[in-house]
T-cell receptor, first 114, second 112 residues
């Protein structure tokens, strides 16, 4: 089946620094990728939708200048958390959509900002 | 905003019993999917049911969909301790690959 590789799985960073999370579809091309965040004991909240080669569409309340999304190719999307603060600590999950496999989720990234 | 709402939010059962979780949603959908998530981990896709389907089976899983009531149920039969996890329903709207919206989830605990 389809696999989406998400890295890193865990990252600890200092407040004020930036962190990049990669989401890569293996062996298939993803027409659209989605980024979610999940706070402890809560559901997944959609942050943004990105299509290859175009600007991401952000959900209401999500700061596009803080959460930079780049979808440079049909197999790679990145989420950069800029100037991270402790309140950005969360679990971030990407999902890749394709005609062949539907929606495939990455294994998530646990971000801790200290 | 989250469309799906699962109930119960927490469920505790003995191993061997069946577990039933329900999900309601608000707008028209293309597909409804159920996922499980072990604590602190990624999502595992369990089953997808299309809007024109009413019931689907996969191993010990049985999913029903009632589009008139905008609801779905997930039944896990003969539960095992390893089924302990959070279960989410997720919907995507009609028309192409729209965003998938998750419910708040049901936390299932299966006691050995």
């Amino acid at each position: 089946g389809a696999v989406v590789s998400q890295h890193p799985s865990r990252v600890i960073c200092k407040s004020g620094t930036s962190v990049k999370i990669e989401c890569r579809s293996l062996d298939f091309q993803a027409t659209t990728m989605f980024w979610y965040r999940q706070f402890p004991k809560q559901s997944l909240m959609l942050m943004a939708t990105s299509n290859e080669g175009s600007k991401a569409t952000y959900e209401q309340g999500v700061e596009k200048d803080k959460f930079l999304i780049n979808h440079a190719s049909l197999t790679l999307s990145t989420l950069t958390v800029t100037s991270a603060h402790p309140e950005d600590s969360s679990f971030y999950i990407c999902s890749a959509a394709s005609n062949s496999y539907g929606y495939t989720f990455g294994s998530g990234t646990r971000l801790t900002v200290v | 905003s989250q469309q799906g709402e699962e109930d119960p939010q927490a469920l505790s059962i003995q191993e061997g019993e069946n577990a039933t979780m329900n999900c309601s949603y608000k707008t028209s959908i293309n597909n409804l999917q159920w996922y499980r998530q072990n604590s602190g981990r990624g999502l595992v896709h369990l089953i997808l049911i299309r809007s024109n389907e009413r019931e689907k089976h996969s191993g010990r899983l049985r999913v029903t969909l009632d589009t008139s009531k905008k609801s779905s149920s997930l039944l896990i039969t003969a539960s095992r301790a390893a089924d302990t996890a959070s279960y989410f329903c997720a919907t995507d709207s009609s028309g192409g690959y729209q965003k998938v919206t998750f419910g708040i989830g049901t936390k299932l605990q299966v006691i050995p």
